[in-house]
């Protein structure tokens, strides 16, 4: 039988308190393809609560997963994070199932959609990620911005486009599953014969793009609003269906400085944080940036995302089909990338 968990009621300024007590320290293992990718917030956390010394590294999901298992293994706590925070969510229902999770809800964890949430508190989503068009209207024009599926067999953007090996990522993975749904395994071929770009990572077809390097690219992220006075835009399809999913953590059972990691979850769900988010909001009572309205009303669903990562047989016979298709995956890993030198 579960044991109750109540909702946090602390103020942050009390739980800072807490995590200084607790010996100020907090290390956190963050999914992510680029060294950088998570500065934006981690830096907002530290100005936020100076007196907390964060550690923090960036890695492919499946790559933090593993070095947990093996730090799990060993029966000690030294490579233990204290706040796993991954794309690989289906990751979070097997260590849920083996009682490796903390069960915790942080303050406005009502707030959270229900479908993103652990109902024992022992995960939660915490911001969500949207893959769709980024497009650089300055390097194929604005007759030419692709936004659904067909418009990126337009002969106008050939070598123009920048996309992820799918078979090297799973969410990309997933929107290529959707394109075959819709489309057919003959779209995919279609779309393989313009001869795009393909690259590891999904952090090169963003500085690709904003470079101007290349035009377009749907298997990539950024910010809803537009810059001021900038050439890029990212954009929703008009018709088809695109990603989204919601970034997950979660605090270990072995982790040393629990304290610190309650501090760092309840202010990634605070209005301090969900208001200055780039994208979705996890929190239903805080409004998507640049005017969108709630992940709800929109073509994506988190949780159809969260039962494709749970399929793991079908999406592992699916991956190796698009490797047939695609080829092998090449060149430098993603965290090793250098981001100033064109694919």
């Known amino acids: 039988?579960?044991?109750?968990?109540?909702?946090?009621?602390?103020?942050?300024?009390?739980?800072?308190?807490?995590?200084?007590?607790?010996?100020?320290?907090?290390?956190?293992?963050?999914?992510?393809?680029?060294?950088?990718?998570?500065?934006?917030y981690l830096d907002m956390f530290k100005v936020r609560f100076p007196k907390i010394n964060v550690t923090?590294?960036?890695?492919?999901?499946?790559?933090?997963?593993?070095?947990?298992?093996?730090?799990?293994?060993?029966?000690?706590?030294?490579?233990?994070?204290?706040?796993?925070?991954?794309?690989?969510?289906?990751?979070?229902?097997?260590?849920?199932?083996?009682?490796?999770?903390?069960?915790?809800k942080p303050k406005n964890w009502d707030k959270v959609f229900p479908d993103h949430k652990d109902p024992h508190g022992r995960w939660t989503g915490l911001y969500g990620v949207t893959f769709s068009n980024y497009v650089n209207i300055d390097a194929i024009g604005k007759d030419n911005v692709p936004r659904d599926a067909m418009d990126y067999l337009n002969p106008a953007l050939k070598g123009k486009v920048i996309?992820?090996?799918?078979?090297?990522?799973?969410?990309v993975l997933y929107q290529f599953w959707n394109l075959k749904e819709k489309y057919g395994w003959e779209y995919l071929e279609e779309l393989v014969a313009t001869r795009p770009t393909w690259v590891r990572g999904t952090a090169m077809p963003y500085v690709a793009i904003n470079n101007g390097w290349y035009?377009?690219?749907?298997?990539?992220?950024?910010?809803?609003?537009?810059?001021?006075?900038?050439?890029?835009?990212f954009m929703l399809p008009k018709e088809d269906y695109f990603l989204t999913w919601f970034q997950t953590a979660a605090i270990p059972t072995q982790a040393k400085n629990k304290a610190a990691a309650k501090l760092y979850l309840n202010w990634m769900l605070s209005k301090e944080f969900q208001g200055k988010w780039l994208q979705f909001?996890?929190?239903?009572?805080?409004?998507?940036?640049?005017?969108?309205?709630?992940?709800?009303?929109h073509n994506t669903s988190p949780a159809d995302f969260h039962r494709f990562m749970l399929k793991r047989d079908m999406l592992e016979r699916f991956r190796l089909q698009l490797l047939q298709l695609v080829g092998e995956v090449e060149?430098?890993?993603?965290l090793k990338m250098d981001y100033s030198v064109k694919p």
């Open 281 to 297: 909001p996890v929190r239903m009572d805080v409004e998507a940036p640049g005017g969108y309205k709630s992940v709800q009303n």
């Open 215 to 233: 035009g377009a690219s749907f298997t990539t992220f950024w910010a809803f609003a537009p810059q001021p006075d900038s050439d890029t835009r």
């Open 1 to 40: 039988m579960k044991r109750r968990v109540d909702i946090e009621t602390r103020s942050l300024d009390e739980l800072y308190v807490v995590a200084q007590q607790e010996g100020g320290n907090f290390v956190l293992r963050a999914g992510g393809d680029k060294p950088d990718q998570i500065d934006y």
């Open 163 to 171: 996309l992820t090996y799918p078979h090297s990522d799973d969410a």
């Open 56 to 104: 923090h590294s960036v890695d492919l999901s499946f790559h933090h997963a593993s070095r947990y298992d093996n730090a799990r293994e060993t029966g000690g706590k030294a490579n233990v994070p204290d706040v796993l925070q991954c794309q690989t969510i289906h990751d979070f229902d097997y260590y849920a199932d083996h009682n490796l999770l903390e069960p915790y």
């Open 331 to 334: 060149g430098t890993p993603p």
